[in-house]
């Protein structure tokens, strides 16, 4: 692993610009300790060696916690140990909750080893000027996560990376030909089961 880079990942999410359809979580004073923090302990476990990458961060997620899929309830309130470890760290608070947040920290109570998450396009991609909605992210957003996808990559380096659904992908094989990418369907929709089932089969029990 390589943490020394954990500062210049900050930096440039923080000073990512926002606009009318995009909103920076990284913003936040909050949301950057936020990220710091679970960078820093994924640093000092080590974590399971699997990458998890989503699309973007949900409105009711990542974007509202700073921490990739993950939830505000699931942050104060889940029995996981890594997240316990995490919240007297924690900056902010609050209940609301999202439903991928909750199906992947409830799956990991039962794992061995926690793996690392992240988002092809790390920033909330939503209505214009409805924050309180989330869309896809476009294929030129997602070509502008690249940096800070391969900054995440230096600096965990992952044996494993799961794409989960198929704008990351799509994302993953072809910003990073090199990596081996194991895909599985986004839990949301009723895939469920088919998601939990895809990270099984990556090595995440």
């Given at each position: ?7 210049k990942l900050l930096t ?194």
């Open positions: 692993m390589n943490p020394s880079l954990i500062p440039q999410l923080s000073s990512f610009s926002a606009s009318a359809a995009v909103a920076n979580p990284y913003s936040s004073p909050a949301c950057l300790t936020n990220i710091r923090v679970y960078l820093d302990e994924l640093c000092a476990l080590p974590f399971s060696g699997h990458l998890v990458v989503g699309d973007a961060p949900g409105h009711k997620g990542c974007a509202l916690t700073g921490i990739p899929f993950t939830s505000q309830r699931v942050l104060v309130s889940s029995a996981h140990p890594f997240i316990a470890a995490l919240r007297p760290r924690l900056a902010g608070a609050g209940w609301v909750t999202e439903s991928t947040a909750t199906i992947v920290w409830t799956h990991l109570l039962s794992c061995a080893a926690v793996p690392a998450f992240w988002n092809a396009f790390p920033f909330h991609p939503h209505e214009r000027a409805n924050r309180r909605s989330t869309r896809h992210p476009t294929r030129a957003e997602v070509a502008s996560g690249y940096v800070f996808l391969d900054l995440v990559i230096r600096i965990l380096r992952p044996q494993t990376v799961v794409a989960v659904g198929g704008t990351a992908t799509k994302a993953l094989t072809f910003s990073f030909p090199t990596l081996s990418v194991v895909p599985v369907p986004h839990p949301s929709f009723g895939n469920k089961a088919a998601f939990i089932s895809g990270i099984k089969a990556a090595g995440i029990e």
